[in-house]
């Protein structure tokens, strides 16, 4: 009786492994995953504290740990990649007017991977919708560029943002 | 493993992986990294009436074979009370990915039963200072006695990742040399009243407890069954289990697992483990829990016969962190760390634990912790604690 409770635990088990009808649906992006996955068990540590080399070889590791896919693996090295350029980054795409397009600035660097914009994003950091308004300006450009100055634990990366995007997002998150 | 040869085996893997290391340090792709974490431990005893200073390393290597295959391997290096240095070889195994969502694993690998164990227990993880008492104390000391003390263990494994809608799906199931009879090691010491008993089990996990003593409420002794992971089994069935999860990220994830192994010499007395994990995340807290209920087998005496009939226990352990800093600004990256565990029918006991954790950085933290044990039949244990723990 034992031994055959046990067997059908086991069946069960192989069962679902190998029948599991899988539904897909849209690919998080890099930001997202992070946002997802790394806080399950730890704080997330700061992309700059290791090479692009050297994630790849941890990001395996993390894999198998975190149950991630090979999938989900990639687009993360893809937002680290973008996330630890150095500061000479290509400025993201000036509309006609010749102005910074905010919505390409939260998108290029998956702000919303972490942060609520409008109701959409992640929930790791607070939401950006109030963010000028409570903190002000200085705090916001601060935190931007110095992303621990008022909190040791901050998961926020360092971006190789530029201070016309910076300045664009201020305009884009200040009350109307 | 004897001290000499867990030395022995560390230099081997810490020279081989040296050598590798530098053969590629100069190669623009890396295929090794070193990372890992360690801590510094103060911490005070009631019941055993010390105070001392501890130390832990414990390096991981990681080697990226190519893009299917991953080595790791994690040492486990620290200090014991004679001022022996102790390691122990926490995990080391190869990733195969088979597809983009399935790995299979091989070696000495954590077990994923539970969270803790493959996830959890790292100092700069764990929130507490301690191991939660239904998992025992991994090399330290602790006074409740464990519902499945088992970390990792030598075999093979599996792993299975699905998106369902909204939800991510994880399938593991392992298959383990397993458990085997402490009885059976040449090196037990049997101590028989109350206060040794207590002792013993703060300094000396393996030792066999006079039955007379570790008892059901029944009157019948509770079988003494060892989990340190060996490369030999004593008997030719295979421990197995694995885990089911559901996680809607990055919100909630809630697993069920199941091990079962015989653990005598005839592979007819079986230990099995239900278990039921929980992990809640929010903006301002975490809460992580455990249910364990065990079941384990014993030759009792019925009728002038021996028969088989089983033992159960059951625990739990609930943990709360807090962000206070995320409240109140002035206090930065604090936290406010509240557990509470619980064992029950043998080996009764009731654990409170509150602790305060600041973060240096998103790797390094300062916790202190003040821990309160509540023994049925035993001494109770109460204890301080300051540790420095870091990721690297």
């Given at each position: 009786m034992k031994h055959q409770s046990t067997i059908n635990i086991f069946v069960l088990f192989t069962s679902l492994f190998a029948s599991l009808h899988v539904h897909s649906s849209e690919p998080l992006s890099g930001a997202e995953l992070i946002n997802n996955n790394c806080?399950?068990?730890h704080n997330s540590r700061p992309i700059?504290?290791?090479?692009m080399s050297e994630w790849k070889v941890i990001m395996p590791h993390m894999r198998e740990k975190a149950h991630l896919t090979g999938t989900e693996v990639q687009a993360i090295l893809k937002f680290m990649e973008i996330a630890s350029t150095p500061v000479q980054a290509p400025k993201v795409l000036a509309s006609v007017n010749n102005t910074v397009e905010p919505r390409e600035v939260l998108t290029r660097y998956g702000c919303q991977g972490c942060h609520q914009v409008q109701g959409a994003g992640?929930?790791?950091?607070?939401?950006?919708?109030?963010i000028i308004s409570e903190k002000g300006i200085a705090f916001f450009e601060r935190k931007v560029k110095e992303?621990?100055?008022?909190?040791?634990?901050?998961?926020?990366p360092k971006m190789p943002i530029t201070d016309e995007e910076i300045a664009a997002l201020v305009v884009f998150l200040s009350p109307q | 493993m004897r001290t000499k040869e867990k030395i022995r085996l560390a230099t081997a893997l810490f020279g081989a992986l040296t050598v590798q290391s530098s053969l590629y340090a100069?190669?623009?792709?890396?295929r090794f990294v070193l990372v890992g974490y360690g801590d510094v431990k103060y911490e005070n005893t009631d019941v055993a009436n010390t105070s001392a200073f501890s130390a832990r390393f414990v390096p991981i290597f990681l080697f990226s074979l190519n893009d299917k295959m991953h080595v790791e391997a994690e040492l486990e290096v620290g200090l014991n009370e004679d001022g022996e240095t102790e390691t122990e070889l926490e995990y080391a195994d190869i990733h195969y990915?088979?597809?983009?969502n399935t790995t299979i694993t091989a070696g000495k690998f954590l077990l994923p039963f539970g969270q803790f164990s493959a996830n959890w227990h790292p100092s700069w993880i764990n929130?507490?200072?301690?191991?939660?008492?239904?998992?025992?104390?991994?090399g330290s000391s602790q006074a409740m006695d464990p519902m499945l003390p088992i970390l990792s263990d030598v075999g093979v494994a599996a792993q299975q990742v699905y998106q369902v809608g909204s939800a991510k799906v994880f399938f593991d199931v392992f298959m383990t040399n397993g458990p085997r009879s402490?009885?059976?090691?040449?090196?037990e010491e049997v101590v028989e009243d109350d206060h040794d008993i207590a002792f013993a089990r703060l300094f000396s996990p393996t030792t066999t407890l006079d039955p007379d003593v570790d008892e059901d409420e029944h009157g019948e002794a509770f079988p003494e069954v060892e989990f340190e992971a060996t490369s030999?089994?004593?008997?030719?069935n295979k421990a197995f289990g694995g885990r089911i999860a559901v996680a809607f990220l990055p919100s909630i994830e809630i697993g069920t697992s199941y091990y079962q192994g015989a653990y005598d010499e005839g592979g007819q007395l079986d230990i099995r483990a239900n278990g039921i994990d929980i992990n809640l995340i929010s903006t301002h807290a975490i809460l992580r829990g455990e249910y364990i209920r065990t079941e384990t087998d014993a030759f009792v005496e019925r009728d002038h016969e021996d028969v088989i009939d089983s033992f159960s226990r059951n625990g739990w352990f609930l943990q709360g962190t807090f962000f206070v800093g995320h409240l109140f600004?002035?206090?930065?990256s604090t936290e406010i760390v509240i557990e509470h565990a619980q064992t029950k029918k043998v080996e009764e006991a009731e654990r409170w634990m509150v602790g305060i954790n600041y973060w240096l950085d998103p790797r390094s933290v300062i916790k202190v912790g003040y821990e309160d044990t509540d023994v049925a039949d035993g001494p109770d244990d109460k204890r301080f604690a300051v540790q420095f723990s870091y990721g690297f």
């Open positions: 806080a399950r068990c700059q504290e290791f090479s992640g929930t790791l950091g607070p939401s950006l919708d109030n992303p621990q100055f008022n909190n040791s634990a901050s998961a926020m | 100069n190669e623009s792709n890396d990915f088979l597809n983009d929130r507490s200072i301690w191991t939660p008492g239904i998992y025992g104390a991994h402490e009885a059976e090691h040449d090196e030999s089994d004593n008997n030719s600004e002035e206090l930065g």
